[in-house]
C-alpha cells in the first residue's frame, strides 16, 4: 500500500513538472522553465526511489513495478490533461487505457 500512495505522489509531482508549463508558462523563458520543472520533479524522485525500493523488498519484481508505474502516470496524465489543461477526453483515450491496465493484469497474473 505504501509503495503505491508514494507512486500516485510521484506521478502527480512528474506530470506537473513536465507539463505545467504549457498553461501557465508559455511566456517564460525555457532555461527557467526547466529549472522550475527539475525542482518539482526533485519532490518525484524523493518519493519514487523509495516507493520502487519498499515495493522491491516487499516482493514485487521490477517490471511489475514498473508497469504499475506507467499505469499510474497515464491515470494521473488524463486528470491532469482533463482538469488543468482542459483538453477533452476521447474514446481513444479510453481505449488506450484499457489496453495499459490489461497490460497491467498480464504483469500480476501468478501473483
Known amino acids: 500500500m505504501l509503495t503505491l500512495i508514494l507512486l500516485i505522489l510521484s506521478n502527480l509531482f ?3 513538472a513536465w507539463y505545467w508549463h504549457l498553461k501557465d508558462g508559455m511566456d517564460k523563458p525555457l532555461f527557467l522553465v526547466i529549472l522550475i520543472s527539475w525542482g ?6 524523493c518519493l ?3 516507493a520502487n525500493r519498499y515495493g522491491f523488498a516487499s516482493g514485487w ?3 511489475q513495478l514498473k508497469i504499475l508505474q506507467e499505469a499510474i502516470a497515464l491515470i494521473v496524465f488524463g486528470l491532469f490533461m482533463i ?3 482542459n483538453e477533452p477526453l476521447h474514446w481513444r483515450h ?4 484499457t489496453c495499459i491496465m490489461a497490460a497491467v ?3 500480476f497474473i501468478g501473483k
Do not use: C, N, R
Request: charged fraction near 5%; proline fraction near 4%; avoid cysteine.
Open 40 to 45: 518539482i520533479a526533485f519532490a518525484e524522485y
Open 83 to 85: 482538469f488543468f489543461l
Open 14 to 16: 512528474m506530470t506537473t
Open 94 to 97: 479510453l481505449a488506450a487505457f
Open 48 to 50: 519514487a526511489v523509495p
Open 105 to 107: 493484469g498480464f504483469m
Open 61 to 63: 519484481s521490477a517490471g
